[in-house]
Every structure is written in C-alpha cells, then in structure tokens.
C-alpha cells in the first residue's frame, strides 16, 4: 500500500473515531426533539459536564485500585441528574406555558447556565485529565490503527443497537416511541408522559457521558466551553440523520467525523490552497444548511408537515 | 347565466398512491351557495386546500373567472379572488378583531413603505378608511364593539365569525367555509345562517359551503355536491340529494365497512 | 373631553421635543466635561446595542421568528464599513469626517442588507428551531470566512493577512452622529411596525397559513423583516468598526448574537420600549458591576430562566412607553376615559421615547 493510501484509511479511522462521539451526542439531541420538539442546546454541556467529572474522579478511582475508566459510572450518575433536572426545573415548566420560541430560548440559557456555572467554579481554562486507558494499536501492515479508535467506534455502535432494541422492544421505549407520536394520545392510553420524557432525558445524559469518556480517551482535556461545538456538531449530525432516528443520528455522526477528517486532510490540497482547513467548521455547517434546505427530514427522518 | 365564477375540472391529488380527490368537477355562478358534504375523511377540506393552493393538484385544472389557478400561491389565489375560513379556527390571536379585518385589506392599501415611515397624508387617508371599512364590515357581524378586543378573548361563535368577516375582507369573489358551524348551538347557528345570507344578498359572491349540519346545508345551499372516498357519487337538487340511495349508503354506511382514512 | 387631549400633530411634536431635550441633555453633559471619555464610550455602546436590540427585535419578536446568526450581519457591516473607509483613505478621497462616517456606516448596513436576503431567502423557508439553527450556521460559517479573508486581516486591503485582527480603521465615530442614528433607526422600526406592514408581519407571527389565506405574500414580507433586521445589525456594525478602530472575527460568534437575542427577550417581545430599556441596561449594568464580570453570564442565564417561566414576554411584554400618553396622563387625568375611545387614533401617534 502506498503512503497515500495508508494516510487515507488513517484520516477515515480518525473520523470514524470522533464521529462515534458525535454519533452518542447525536443520539440524545434526537431523543430528545423526537420526544418534545425542541434541540436541547445544553445537550453537549453535559458532555463537559461528564468531562468534569471524570477529572475529578479519576484520581480517586486510581487510589482504590480500580481502573480508571470506571469513572464513567459517577459521570454517568451526574450528567443523569444534571439532565433530569434541567428538564424538571426548566423545560417542563416552559413547556406547559410558553411557545416553542420560549422553550429554544430556554434551552440556550441553560447552556449557557452550564458554561458559566463550570467556569466560575473550574476557571475559564483548560485543564487535562489524567490517561484512561492505553491499548496497544492494531497494525495491518503499513496501516497502523489507534486502539482508542476501535474501542471508541465499538462502543458506539454497542450502545446504538442497545438503544435500538430498548425503544423497539421494551414497554418503555414503546412508550416512548408512542410520545412522541402523539402527547395526548399516549395519555389516554395511560402513558406516563411525564415520567416517560425524564426517562428519555435520563437517557440521552447517560450517553452524554459515556460520549465524555470516549472524547477524553483520546482528547485528554476539558474546559467549560468544550461542549459547544462538540454539541453544535453533534446536532448537526443528528439533522442529516434525521432527526428522531436511532441509525440516523449514528450513521450521522459517522458522517460528519469522516467528513470533518476527511476536510482538514484534503481540502487545501483539493482547492489549490484556496479553501484551508481552517473551513473545516464552516463545511459542517455547509452540511447543515444543505441538508435543511434540501431534504430537512435528513437521511433516515419521516417528513413533517403542518395539517391545514 | 354569464361566465361561471369558479370552474374545477378533473380536479385531483394523490398523497403517497392515495387518491385523496380524483375527477372533481364543480361549476359555480354568481351569487349561488352550493354546499359540499360527504362523510368524514371523504376529501371534503382536501379540495378546499386544493382551491386555494394549499396544496397544487396532481390531475385536472380549475379557473377562477376563466382564468387558470394551478401552480398558484395561496396569497396569490386570494388576491385573485378565492378566500376561506378554517376548520379549525385561525385567526391572528394576539391582534385585535379590527386588526385581523385590516390584514385582509392589506391588498387595498396603496401607499408604499415611504409613505408608512413618513407618515404621508395618504397613509392617514387610507389608513382612516380603512378603519371605516372594517368597522362597518364588522358591524355586519355584529362585532364592532369588540373592535378593540384582542382576538383570542372573543367568544367561540364571535371568533367563527370574525374569520368569515376577515376573508370577506379580501374582497374575494368566491367564498369557501369549512364547517362554519362546527361547534355551535342552535341559537348560533341560526345567527349564522342569517348572516351568511346577508353578506351573499349583499355583496353578490358565490359560496362553497362545507358542513355536517345537515338541516343548515338543505336550507341555504341552492345546490348539492356529495363526496365520498375522494370521488363525487351525488350532485344536484337538496331535495335530490336527501333522497339518493347512494349518498344515504354513503353516510349510513351500507356497505359492511365505509370507515375511511383522513387522506391527509 | 376631546379637546383636553393632544391631537396627533401635538403628540408628534411633544415627541420630538422630548427627543430633543434628550439630545440637549446628552450634549450638555458631554461638553461642559461633566463626563469622562469611559462615559461617552459607554453612552455609544449602548447606542449600537440599542440599534442592534431594536432590529432584532422586528425578527424575534413582530415577526416571531428566532435567529441566532444577527452578528454576523453585524460583522459583515462592520468589516465592509472598515474596508471602504480604508478604501476611500487609500485612493486619497478628501470629504467631510461626518460625511465619510455616514457613508461608509450606510455602505456597511447596505451590504449586510445584501447578505440579509440571500441568506434569508434560502432560511426563512424553514421554522422555528430549525430557522435558529440554520441562522446561527450561516453566522459560524460568517466568521469562519472572515477569519480567512486575507483582506480582513492586519492592516487590509492589498496589506492583509488571514486570522489576523483588522486594524487601523479611522475611527470617525461621532456620539452626537450616532445619537441621531439610534434616534432615526427606532422611528424608522416603530413607523414601520403600526402600519400595514407591522400588521402583516404580526399576522404572520399568529398564524402563517391564515396569514397567507388572508392575502399576505408570506416569503416576501419575511425576507422584508430580515433584510430590515441585517440592514440595521448593519449599520451597527459599521458604527461599532469606526468607534473602537480594530475588528476580530469573533464578533459574528453566536454566543454575541445569543447576547443581543437575551437583550430582545429580557425587554420583551415586541416592544421598542423594552429592547430600549434592556439594552440601555444590559450595557451599563456590567460597567457597574465590574467585580462580578465574572458572573454575568452566569447571572444573565439564571435571570433567562426565570424569565421564560414567569414572564415569557419579556419584562414589558409588547407594552410601549408613549410621551403623548404620560402627558396626557398627567395633565388630563379626567381624559382617560377619552383616551381609550381614543385609542385607535392615539395608538397611530404612539411614539417610543428614547432611554
């Protein structure tokens, strides 16, 4: 294989492995629209909320002997009660008075909440986090490919058909597939609306901390901020997924890493230097604005349409 | 009898394979009321949405003073002279009952967005005129002295009313209801029937009437148009209508089972 | 009881007499020295964030219609302003400093207006949270092209390197030009929100399928709103670019835009009134509070949240605050009975005051 090649499949292993985190991101932006119709701007903080956590505990779970990805256990416990709460506290409260202007509003200042609540207690700056966990890389010949890659993107797709046979298969997620559907049906088919949205809500933090651990396996830092844009780009591959799509948000995500990769390795190159790879977030959003304009149910959505 | 106001022919849509409307054909003169009816689900607001370019037809064509409407806006079909009301009702909620009548006269208006920042003597003209019109359209109705209400505090029957009064307000030539009287008690029914009697002697338009109440339809509607499944099986005569086998199976289901999907 | 009350011609000029007095007010302190050079920057902040606030509003809140992309047209307008006034120095075009300041501010409004339909046109087909989201796509992918423009680096023009801050811009900035803008900018909105156009861009808001049942071209009055929206953010811009002398990319971010849509909500939906209040406020409340910058975001969200439960209109809902009204308030109290049979005339001579 030539070195062309092999840099190539290692761009694509590369985005395959920050698009799994996109793709669990992805996840809880669509449970959550699915469910209650609105993007959860403070999704992605609770990636950084799950990071925090994971800087804090790491240290101690080491001290007991144990290894250290098991901090992902209490990031999970937090980043569920920070999620819970803020839809207790929050949405719910906005949901039964206002409009879905005031609920957005409400989901970017909670965002906005979550920064500033971590950079008055943590600072404004970066901090790093200890080593998680050391695989060797696998080698294919000349392709050498980074452990942390294949746990990465394993344990995304693990989660993803998880996730799938719960909704199809369980009374819960039944439940929550019948939500959103349909509020007032599902009430009068005795749903618990209510406790049905929590436990979607519940879900989709746990999986935004399992998304922390996997970013800081192999990005190993965290600041108040570094939610923003993994969140933004998260939701973006939730959109050309389809939004309200298990695979979609998981073939999204997927998508956008490879892209993402793909566009910081190639795009000078391509363009003759005209665009660099400093378009790189530009191009994610480019994605967005073509897949909203063009097809708005994404790759794997059902089309809405407002009943006249 | 001169040109017809409204002429479908063929008129049809399909949803996904589903024929939600196929082969409708309908002439309306001037200031008739003919009524449209059929049983749940039978395509009934489908044509509706299709006459006024809510959604664009799959076969067919209609004309509106002989001039061909398809692939039209909605606002487009308005200004040309087809306006409606809702099944369920849509007004401007947080606008007053005046302001949601003056949204109508919006095409009456002449003067330019100079003349709005400037506040030209034009702009007051119009604008006081305008204030006129709509009050004494409303008085038609009865509701100039909620003029200044905002619209999402009338009464259901006043709010069912001012949606008819605001699509008068276009100055439409033909006038489609979409079950005007959903919801209503008797007394307000019979309001209604006179009022809709009186803005046709008055202001000469065509109406296409959509409604379940069948006393309402065989007394004011001059003709009858019967759709089931998307397709027309009756059209003629109230007294006609009432005594068609097929239209009487149509609604209390003779066949084993008439349960038909909402097409949309 | 009529003739107590004033006629629209006296509430007009009560209104600019009221805005005059103002003016005077703000010119006597700033010539008998009474305030500092930190003041007068503050008084013109406010200035931009009232133009920015009220603008916005004519999108969030008459139109109803969240976008999280208003400083990028901010951006454009600020950039496109420093680089002709760079351009007019550098081809040696001798005019009036009031004069250039104008021009290039209008230039910049112009050109984020451009901008304003072409992405409006594309966006406004889409609603809601896919419209804000779509909206703070465009202003990312704004800054993330300004960042790489050469020409809107280091000093521009033939001079310009990418990523860099544009520095150097001739800062012309004239309060008293500026307080006039602001002036012009809020009448300009608040004439064009009572007229037919307000009227039909509020139909919108309340429903867009009747909207357009009733005859309103539903594409065209949005892109409308839009545009006026980018040309104002605009103008803002271009004001903010000759002010302070330098830009960085970042100012077209959407935590800036997010900034100006927290002014819009905290004032209240609708109200000229309220964007005027809160972004006055909104301005000045962190120069007092300087020990607690820290927290302000932090406060602001909380404040956010509070809001969206309690009082999702805002603090003055679409409430605006009338001179004509308080004076006849206050000198014909027995008119009130009048005024409210009055109101359909009054309501036309209503007139937002400023600060």
């Known amino acids: 294989m030539s070195n062309q090649v092999i840099m190539f499949i290692s761009q694509i292993f590369n985005g395959l492995k920050i698009g799994s985190v996109y793709s669990l991101v992805a996840l809880g932006y669509t449970m959550v629209y699915g469910i209650i119709r609105l993007i959860n701007f403070a999704h992605g903080d609770f990636i950084m909320v799950g990071a925090y956590v994971l800087m804090l505990t790491i240290p101690a779970i080491i001290a007991c002997g144990m290894p250290a990805w098991l901090s992902v256990i209490p990031a999970i416990l937090v980043c569920v009660a920070v999620g819970v709460i803020v839809e207790k506290a929050a949405y719910k409260p906005v949901r039964e008075k206002g409009n879905n202007m005031t609920a957005l509003i409400t989901a970017i200042a909670m965002s906005l909440l979550l920064e500033n609540g971590s950079q008055a207690i943590f600072g404004a700056d970066y901090q790093t986090i200890p ?23 394993l344990l995304g797709i693990i989660i993803m058909i998880a996730l799938q046979l719960f909704v199809s298969r369980t009374k819960q997620g039944k439940a929550m597939r019948a939500v959103s559907e349909d509020k007032e049906a599902s009430i009068l088919m005795g749903i618990n609306v209510n406790s049905t949205i929590t436990l979607t809500f519940a879900i989709g933090s746990g999986l935004a901390a399992v998304a922390s651990l996997m970013y800081c396996i192999s990005y190993p830092q965290v600041s108040p901020m570094m939610g923003a844009m993994l969140g933004l780009k998260a939701f973006v591959a939730a959109v050309l997924g389809g939004i309200g799509s298990i695979p979609g948000a998981m073939a999204g995500g997927l998508v956008i890493g490879v892209v993402e990769s793909l566009t910081k390795a190639y795009i000078g190159t391509i363009t003759g230097g005209v665009i660099t790879s400093a378009f790189a977030d530009a191009i994610v959003f480019g994605i967005l604005i073509i897949v909203l304009l063009v097809k708005p149910s994404g790759l794997m959505g059902e089309p809405e349409s407002e009943k006249v | 009898m001169s040109e017809p106001i409204l002429k479908a022919e063929h008129l049809g849509i399909t949803f996904g394979g589903l024929k939600a409307v196929s082969d409708f054909n309908m002439t309306i003169n001037k200031g008739e009321l003919v009524g449209l009816i059929g049983p ?13 370019g809510v959604y664009q037809p799959t076969e067919g064509a209609f004309y509106l003073d002989g001039k061909k409407m398809n692939g039209k806006k909605t606002y487009q079909v308005v200004r040309a002279g087809i306006a409606r009301t809702f099944q369920n009702i849509r007004l401007f909620k947080q606008m007053t009952v005046e302001e949601n009548v003056l949204v109508a006269f919006n095409e009456s208006f002449t003067y330019k967005m100079g003349g709005a920042i400037f506040r030209t003597p034009r702009f007051w003209k119009q604008e006081n005129d305008m204030h006129a019109k709509a009050i004494d359209l409303l008085h038609i109705f009865g509701l100039e002295g909620l003029a200044n209400t905002e619209a999402a505090n009338l009464p259901y029957g006043a709010q069912r009313k001012l949606e008819i009064a605001r699509a008068l307000a276009t100055g439409m030539k033909l006038l489609l209801l979409d079950e005007p009287a959903a919801g209503m008690n008797p007394t307000e029914t019979e309001d209604l029937l006179n009022c809709i009697n009186t803005i046709r002697d008055r202001f000469g ?7 379940h109440d069948m006393s309402l339809v065989m007394n004011v509607c001059q003709r009858i148009q019967v759709l089931d499944y998307g397709r027309t099986i009756a059209s003629g005569l109230p007294e006609e209508i009432a005594n068609n086998p097929q239209v009487i199976s149509a609604y209390l289901g003779a066949d084993d089972d008439t349960e038909s999907e909402e097409a949309n | ?73 901010e951006a454009i307008g600020a950039y496109s302003a420093a680089l002709l006034s760079k351009l007019l120095i550098a081809n040696g075009v001798v005019m009036n400093d009031t004069l250039r300041f104008l021009l290039v501010t209008v230039a910049g409004g112009l050109v984020a207006c451009v901008f304003g339909v072409l992405i409006g046109i594309p966006a406004l087909r889409l609603h809601g949270d896919y419209l804000a989201i779509i909206t703070l796509g465009f202003g990312e992918i704004i800054r993330v092209v300004i960042q790489n423009l050469k020409i809107a680096g280091g000093e521009g023009l033939d001079k310009g390197q990418q990523g860099q801050a544009l520095i150097g811009i001739d800062r012309l900035a004239n309060l008293y030009v500026v307080f006039w803008i602001t002036v012009i900018t809020v009448v300009l909105l608040f004439m064009f929100a009572r007229s037919r156009y307000g009227r039909a861009v509020k139909a919108i808001r309340d429903d867009e399928i009747a909207a357009g049942a009733s005859g309103i071209n539903i594409t065209y ?25 330098a830009l960085t990319p970042s100012m077209a971010g959407w935590l800036q835009s997010i900034n100006y849509v927290i002014m819009v909500v905290f004032g209240g939906m609708g109200s000229l009134t309220g964007s005027i209040v809160s972004a006055v406020g909104l301005t000045i409340l962190p120069e007092l509070l300087r020990a607690f910058s820290d927290y302000r975001m932090l406060v602001y969200s909380v404040v956010l949240v509070l809001i969206m439960i309690f009082r999702p209109q805002g603090i003055f809902g679409n409430w605006e605050f009338s001179l004509p009204k308080a004076i006849n308030r206050i000198f014909y109290p027995k008119g009130k009975k009048g005024a409210k049979a009055d109101t359909t005339e009054t309501a036309e001579a209503k007139e937002a005051k400023h600060e």
Do not use: H, R
């Not at chain 2, 009934?44 to 006024?52: A, G, I, R």
């Not at chain 3, 302190?29 to 509003?57: F, H, P, Q």
């Open chain 2, 40 to 52: 749940n689900g039978a395509g009934k607001t489908t044509v509706f949405n299709l006459l006024t």
């Open chain 2, 205 to 211: 338009i065509a109406i296409l009437l959509i409604e």
């Open chain 3, 221 to 245: 009055m949005k892109v409308l709103v839009f545009a006026i929206s980018a040309f104002f953010a605009g103008i803002a811009g271009g004001i903010f670019a000759q002010y302070i002398g």
């Open chain 1, 131 to 153: 080593t998680i966990i050391q695989i060797p890389s696998i080698a294919i010949g000349d392709l050498k490919i980074d452990g942390a890659t294949i746990v990465t993107v």
């Open chain 3, 1 to 73: 009881m009529k003739k107590s009350m004033l006629s629209i011609k006296q509430s007009y000029i009560v209104c600019v007499i009221g805005i005059v007095v103002l003016f005077g007010i703000l010119m006597g302190v700033c010539e008998t020295g009474m305030v500092s050079l930190y003041v007068k920057g503050i008084i013109m902040t406010c200035c931009i964030a009232v133009i920015m606030t009220t603008s916005l509003n004519l999108t969030i809140g008459v139109l109803g219609q969240l976008t999280l992309g208003c400083c990028g047209f």
